[in-house]
């Protein structure tokens, strides 16, 4: 009687399923998935979905190609991982939104504030205006190479300084000083690695930070309410930002407003908002939300993060072999590297770019939205559906890099020792949202990186472990903490 029991209630729920598929299954024009058991009612694939969903999108591309979908909870998902069909789709309109999901809508207020997670017109007004503004405090100009220079000044003492035995904190050290260069440019002040409101505030924005997953609660209704679920947390660290840091300094920036000499972001951004006000215009500014956005900038410890033991020993042998070589060949020791020293520099650069590809710093890039029913490569993209580039999956793709597991810096040098840029190398993304700080993180990776390197050598702490490969993913990748000894050569 039991057996017969269980046996009914089997076939009524294999019926259920088959019903529920045939009513709200997908239609046979969108890109093909996974599907079957792997797609169940409500969930989707969320359950056979791994914590590395960048290299399971790269394995799941191997079965359906280079474009497929994949149903995460009530979210339609299309996965791109090929770098001609992410330059097409990221290069129009219609695929330039950014998705509905728990974190956008709470962050965004419906996607209608900033520019890293808004759409519409919201997101046009606020990308020109951060462009402008970042042009304007000398992104791409000698002010700004003066800032990252005094942070790398102060970076080399540091190190100096360190236990040479037990090694320094690669993530802290870096990571403070390029939060100081962005801070002081949002800000208008100058952060010392030291000081304790400055540790606090990175400390809430690495928080905030690692609860942006593409995990479940970013897409099931509802979910806050589970006491430990990474929406919660991000919630959490993200008032604790906007109340303790954000909603202090607008109010200290409005207290002493000078409108015909701002200092720093804030101060431009609330210029333009009494500006706007004042001409009755209507506007989607508004003060402090977009400041977040601009501070996703503390990843440039990429550079330093090297992988398993093997790779370790041909990173040190190629860093001594050609970087330090050409550093002291073509700058010498007397003078700190400068960013006109650039275009001597192959092999550094070229050790950057392999860096840029097999960190995949953002490895998913940021989820774009399409903005209405679209197609792409001859399938239906409905309204709504959430676009993931794998740029990490077209950074590690073999038909594109040879080796691609490899650390080989010479993959950028052509036979001549030039420089090449192939362009299926989008650490930024492309398009009409590609990242507005790219000049500014390639400037900043380059004098950090050539300026260290020219005064260090970097090796493991003594009988300490190598750093290793796998990272931690949250919007980006970031390497697992680790220690580096930094011996002045
Ligand atoms: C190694 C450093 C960095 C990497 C790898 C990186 C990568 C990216 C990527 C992949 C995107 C997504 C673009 C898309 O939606 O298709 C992005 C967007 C963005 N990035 Fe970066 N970024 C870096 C540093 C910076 C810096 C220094 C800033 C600020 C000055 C910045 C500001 C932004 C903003 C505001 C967006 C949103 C653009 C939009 O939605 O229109 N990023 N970045």
Known sequence: MNLIYWLVLIVLLLAAYYVWNALYGLPSDLPPGP???????????????????????????????????????????????????????????????????????????????????????????????????????GMGRFTMEAKIMEEVTVLLDILEQEDRHSGFDVHNHLGVSVSAIISSLVFGKHFTHDDPYFVRFLDCMNRLAKAITPDASNFIPGISLLPNSNFRKFKTHYNELKTDFYEEEIAEHKARLDTENPRDFIDVYLTKMIELR???KHTTFSGWRRQVSLLHTNHIHQVFAVKKHRMWQRIVWWMKLYV?????????????????????????????????????????????????????????????????????????DPALWQNPNEFQPERFLDSDGNLMKPDTLLPFSTGLRACIGELLARQEAF????????????????????????????????PKPYKMRAIVR
């Open 278 to 280: 004042k001409a009755g």
């Open 35 to 137: 599907s079957g058991w792997t797609r169940l009612p409500l969930i989707g694939s969320l359950l056979s979905t791994r914590a590395d969903l960048h290299v399971q999108f790269q394995e799941w591309a191997k079965i359906y190609g280079p474009i497929f979908h994949v149903q995460m909870a009530t979210k339609l998902f299309i996965v791109l991982s090929d770098a001609k069909l992410v330059k097409e789709a990221f290069s129009r309109d219609d695929f330039a939104g950014r998705p509905h999901t728990n974190i956008n809508d709470y962050y965004t207020e419906d996607l209608k504030y900033g520019v890293l997670f808004s759409q519409g017109p919201a997101w046009k007004e606020n990308r020109r205006f951060s462009l402008t503004c970042l042009r304007d405090f």
């Open 324 to 396: 330090q070589e050409e550093l002291d060949r073509v700058i010498g020791r007397s003078r700190l590297p400068c960013l006109n020293d650039q275009a001597s520099l192959l092999y550094t650069q070229a050790t950057l770019l392999e860096v840029f590809r097999r960190s995949s710093v953002v490895p998913l890039g940021v989820f774009h939205a399409a903005v209405k029913e679209t197609t792409l490569a001859g399938y239906r993209i409905p309204e709504g559906a959430i676009i993931g580039p794998n740029l990490w999956g077209i950074h590690h």
């Open 447 to 478: 004098l950090f990186f050539a300026s260290v390197l020219q005064k260090f050598n970097l090796v493991p702490p003594e009988g300490g472990p190598v750093p290793e490969d796998s990272g931690l993913l949250s919007l980006v990748l970031a």
